[in-house]
């Protein structure tokens, strides 16, 4: 049973735009789908607002206080519930975003597939776990460890972590 994170954050920490996200990247598009396809996938209400509809071949689960569901997509008012329903279905489910839900997550999570995105962008959504360190030192110093560093297009990193056993 794991549970994973799946971001991608600039060298600001940034992860959203007006509800979308603040970058173009197919090769990270293409990453997204090919990890999480066949696996329950966790998300806020507002990153639901922002997919629209249900992500094809995963089983979404929905946090939030207030939103009414459409048939076949599951909601739950608490991540640690989001979790628990999620894993009725799949044993190994991914928390999708967006930044209070990354931030949770952090602390429960088993493994996060990390893209770094170079260079600051226009934002107004950002995972920050700690100021002035990267999403991957603050993660190494919450005790994960890198176990892949693959190079993509335009110098965009894909890192996987996963939390250490000491
Ligand atoms: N770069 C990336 O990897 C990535 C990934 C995902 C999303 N994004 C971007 O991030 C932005 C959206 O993220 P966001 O942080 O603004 O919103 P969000 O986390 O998607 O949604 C926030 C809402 O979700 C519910 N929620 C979230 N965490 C909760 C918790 N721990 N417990 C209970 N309820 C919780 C609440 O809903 P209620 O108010 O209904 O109770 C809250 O108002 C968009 O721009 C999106 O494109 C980026």
């Known amino acids: ?64 206080s207030r939103f009414t569901p459409p048939a076949g997509v599951l909601v739950a008012p608490t991540l640690a519930e989001a979790v628990a329903r999620a894993r009725e279905l799949d044993p190994s489910p991914f928390v999708i975003g967006g930044a209070r839900l990354f931030r949770e997550a952090t602390a429960i999570a088993d493994q996060v597939w990390l893209t770094e995105i170079p260079g600051r962008h226009e934002a107004d959504a950002f995972f920050v776990l700690d100021e002035g360190v990267s999403t991957r030192e603050a993660l190494e110093a919450r005790g994960f460890e890198v176990v892949e560093d693959r190079l993509g297009e335009g110098g965009v990193r894909f890192v996987r972590l996963v939390r250490g056993r000491g």
């Open 1 to 64: 049973m794991t549970l994973s994170i799946i971001v991608a954050t600039d060298e600001a920490g940034a992860i959203g735009l007006r509800g979308g996200l603040p970058w173009d990247h197919p090769e990270d598009r293409a990453h997204f789908e090919r990890e999480t396809r066949g696996h329950a996938v966790i998300m806020g209400r507002r990153t639901w607002e922002e997919v629209g509809q249900p992500l094809e071949g995963r089983a979404n689960v929905v946090v939030s």
